[in-house]
């Protein structure tokens, strides 16, 4: 994986990704997570040495809003849905 972005419209601000992976993802004033790196564009390429922290945010998602890939989103968190 290269590339992570937060389905806002889905997240229900569990905080869990944060914990998981705080150099990645970090919560706006309402609580909902978005991508730190590249403002949740899901464009900025993830360094490898925090890829295993962003599968494990991907894995414990309990509304599956983080998505991941090998390719960039573009600010669509749906893109290859
Ligand atoms: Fe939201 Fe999922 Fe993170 S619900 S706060 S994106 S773990």
New binding site residues.
Partial sequence: IKYTI?DKDT???????GLAAPDI?D?DDEG??YVIIDENKGVQEIPDELEDDVID?FE????E??KISDQPFHGKPLRFE
């Fill in positions: 937060v997240c229900i601000a569990c905080g869990a990704c993802y919560y909902l997570a945010a414990g998602c309990p509304s809003s983080i």
